[in-house]
């Protein structure tokens, strides 16, 4: 059993930063893969950033490829997200998974484990 708690959510104005943290519970962490996705107003959920089992794998959505970064800590059991340059259509609710494997994949049905979600609103 995997437990995820997102923070760091806010609301900042275009062009800054952010850095998301999913804090997770569990001993099997640092064997998981883990995503994050986002959902924005009447759009379906999104994927954005993906890390293999030790972060040394990763996977970006196209949209956010040089703005964003996540990283993985197995010593710590948490994975963040730090999102730079920020755009309007970044604005979403973003949400940390995990999925018991070690590969990563950009495929939310392939996570079984999921935060609650922190809102990020960005400004123009």
Known sequence: QVQLVE?????????????????????????????????????????????????GTTLYAESVKGRFTISKDNAKNTVNLQMNNLKPEDTAVYYCAARSSAVATTTSQLYFYWGQGTQVTVSS
Do not use: D, H, I
């Not at 959902?39 to 972060?55: D, I, T």
């Open 7 to 55: 923070s760091g959510g806010g609301l900042v104005q275009a062009g800054g930063s952010l850095r998301l943290s999913c804090a997770a519970s569990g001993r099997t962490f640092s064997s998981y893969a883990m995503g994050w996705f986002r959902q924005a107003p009447g759009k379906e959920r999104e994927f954005v950033a993906a890390a293999n089992w030790n972060g």
